[in-house]
């Protein structure tokens, strides 16, 4: 059996989990290739500083990603978050998320992290939320968010404020980095995508320079992000259900398992498009 790494180019914003991903992946006989996809610019800032001063009027507040968290805090410049958010229902998708929150907001300790992405926290909150519906819950976002998640909890009964505080932007070197990236072209077998704006960033630069995707093995990292290739017409060899490195390793090493899974959501999708 040959030794050589696998090498996989993950498109992903850096971030504290970078090192965590390199070494997982070294350590199952990977090679990761990071290019950083995205930036970010906080806007509305002391809209949200408002908000955030007065947890009363809110039962809880939901962080999708990380960026959401940083916007926190950084509309707090440098003051602490209230206390009586520490009593509300608050939510996060993924452990990334979760672990910021708890570090950066003074231990504010975030439900739902296990969930993954925005359709399985709506289902999570909708299940397990035992408070007042009659207050919203604070939902900090991108530009580029989905309403699926606000969809699912205002069809539900839910209030929700939802506070555009970032803007997502395709990173100004993307181009630099994907080129080098691609310098040992023949080694490369997985392209891993870690969000739906990182798919269509990437795909802008590899449609102008003519680089056809169908000679890689592309990984997309949850469902919203395969969809989002599915969108354009390339095919998803495999797809990890959550955003941790855990998670695409075990697609990376047994592929099939997520098509299986695949397969069997898609027929539950079906089934329940026919009792409708």
Known sequence: MSSRRRTVIIFKSESESTDVYAETL??????????????????QLDQLRAKLMTPD???????????????VAEALQLRELPAGW??????????VTHNLALSTLQQLFTHGKQTGNARNLGDFIVD???G???????????????????????????????????????????????ERALQDVESIEFLA?????????????????????????????????????ESLGLKVFCTAERPTVEHLVKVLLNPQESRERLVRERERERIAALDN
């Open 193 to 229: 995508f870690f969000s739906p704006s990182g798919v269509n960033c990437a795909h802008e630069w590899f449609k102008a320079h003519n680089v056809s995707l169908e000679q890689w093995k592309l990984v997309a990292i949850g469902p919203s992000t395969r969809r989002a290739l």
């Open 57 to 71: 009027k809110y039962a809880g507040i939901i962080f999708t990603s990380p960026r959401c968290v940083e916007a």
């Open 86 to 95: 520490t009593l509300l229902h608050n939510y996060a998708v993924g452990e």
């Open 132 to 178: 007042s519906r009659n207050l919203p819950l604070l939902l900090p976002c991108g530009n580029l968010a989905t309403d699926t998640l606000l969809s699912k909890l205002v069809e539900n009964g839910f209030c929700v404020d939802a506070c555009e505080v970032y803007e997502t932007k395709c990173s100004p070197q993307l181009g630099e980095c994907i």
């Open 26 to 43: 070294l350590g199952h006989n990977f090679q990761p290739v990071f290019v950083p996809t995205l930036s970010f610019g906080f806007k």
């Open 128 to 130: 397990t939320f035992d």
